[in-house]
């Protein structure tokens, strides 16, 4: 990868996968896709979410790609390589998290249909053909494509990979818990 930013970024989405995955593949279907509240989702739907967004960034990096003349104009002006944790920002100053677009919702029609394990392919497939699409675009124009995204402050490319980090990493906290919970409860039933 040309950018060794975006490279950073894509290593650290591996190793939190890496460190989150393994307990969610312990789990039964039902338990993969039960639901502790109406309202709440499930740890598939989770899990389906983030690859939804994944799917939705490579589609915008397709289309944003047509910024890249500007860019390299612009490839020797300064350009930030990170970005802040926008979703515990909006979680700090609203008081509650922030909630998904109806196309980043995991459709109903999903619930039992895959297994962790599918789901996980899906994720890592999507992972895949997002890097290769990106693979050959050097730091300082990824630095200067930049996304219409006024909640995530504009990102540039390079910002938009790190904020799948962030998001994951938000997400995979939320499925430890529900997993932890799930566990619990489980034992107790014993």
């Known amino acids: 990868m040309k950018s060794k930013s975006m490279a950073h970024h894509f290593h650290l989405l591996e190793e939190q996968r890496t460190h989150y995955l393994p307990c969610i ?3 039964s279907q039902e338990q993969l896709w039960h639901r502790e509240k109406e309202g709440k989702w499930s740890i598939g739907e989770h899990f389906y979410h983030l ?3 994944l799917k939705m960034l490579k589609t915008a ?15 020797n002006k300064p350009f930030a390589t990170e970005i802040n944790d926008i979703y515990e920002e909006y979680k700090n100053k609203k008081g509650r998290g922030m909630r ?5 919702v995991p459709p109903s029609k999903i619930r039992f249909k895959l297994s962790s394990d599918e789901i996980e392919q899906l994720l890592v497939n999507e992972t895949r053909a997002m890097q290769e ?3 050959n675009i050097e730091e300082g124009i990824a630095g200067h494509i930049v996304f219409p995204d006024p ?4 990102p540039n490319l ?3 990979i790190q904020l799948l980090a962030i998001h994951e990493k938000h997400h995979f906290r939320i499925m430890a818990e529900q997993y932890n919970r799930l566990i619990a409860s489980s034992e107790a039933l014993i």
């Open 61 to 75: 990096t397709k289309f944003s790609l047509i910024l890249t003349p500007y860019a390299k104009m612009r490839r």
């Open 133 to 135: 699409l990106v693979k």
């Open 151 to 154: 909640l995530a402050h504009y």
């Open 100 to 104: 998904a677009p109806g196309i980043l």
């Open 51 to 53: 690859y939804l967004i």
């Open 25 to 27: 593949h312990s789990l």
């Open 158 to 160: 390079i910002q938009s």
